[in-house]
């Protein structure tokens, strides 16, 4: 009964090169949250996600940053020409389906998954 | 712009005695509230939720405290265990927006055996 899965759970990358992160919900679960959480900080909401639909990207910066929850296989979030600013650990959550209006509400978080750009 | 604040970055009590962690948010479209609780290198783990409607919601030996018109919640432990020891995330949804979570910072909490 595994939870939700992300991997890799690090990650180094050079400026310049793509990062792709992975993220596999929970059994049963619709819908996917991407976070980024920067040293001493919260968790910052990045891109909310449904199968094959990007509910909400309010978040998610607008340049070199993309993801995605096709209809087969994990939700992906892929950071292109990584700069170090972009170093962090992501973290996904998914939530069940619409249905108990409160339970919707309860996310459950991954790992995570630690990217260092050198 | 923080829409919710946990100001106090660090607690440190002694083991057995009761925990309060307090958080305070802005938005009065938030209308449910989540603690989370994070160890190192790990994921943030699902404690404690409360409904706007509510001003009290007990689970074991975690008990979250609502008050609306302070905007104002906190999350008692009691009595606080040294596997406690760790850092506790309060965040908030307002849930005609797609669900998203607004975290505070964090509260690191130190249980002293």
């Known amino acids: 009964n595994a939870g939700v899965m992300q991997n890799p759970r690090h990650l180094v990358r050079r400026r310049g090169q793509e990062a792709r992160l992975r993220c596999s919900p929970m059994k049963g679960h619709s819908h996917v949250y991407w976070y980024r959480q920067l040293p001493e900080e919260g968790l910052k909401f990045m891109v909310y996600l449904q199968k094959e639909n990007i509910i909400d990207e309010s978040g998610m910066p607008k340049e070199r940053f993309s993801a995605e929850f096709p209809k087969e296989g994990p939700s992906i979030l892929r950071i292109q020409q990584v700069v170090r600013g972009d170093s962090a650990a992501y973290f996904c959550?998914?939530?069940?389906?619409?249905?108990?209006?409160?339970?919707?509400?309860?996310?459950?978080f991954g790992a995570g998954t630690r990217l260092s750009v050198l | 712009d923080q829409q919710v604040k946990q100001n106090s970055p660090s607690l440190s009590v002694q083991e057995g005695r009761i925990s309060i962690l307090n958080c305070d948010y802005t938005?009065?479209?938030?209308?449910?509230f989540l603690w989370y609780k994070k160890y190192p290198a790990e994921g943030p783990t699902f404690l404690i939720s409360?409904?706007?409607?509510?001003d009290k919601n007990e689970d074991g030996r975690f008990t979250v405290f609502l008050n609306k018109s302070a905007k104002h919640l906190s999350l008692h432990i009691v009595p606080s265990q040294p596997g406690d020891s760790a850092v506790y995330f309060c965040a908030a949804v307002a849930t005609g927006a797609n669900s998203k979570l607004t975290f505070g910072k964090g509260i690191t909490l130190s249980v002293r055996p």
């Open positions: 938005n009065s479209m938030f209308d449910y």
């Open positions: 409360i409904s706007s409607i509510k």
């Open positions: 959550a998914s939530s069940p389906p619409t249905g108990d209006q409160l339970a919707k509400n309860i996310q459950y």
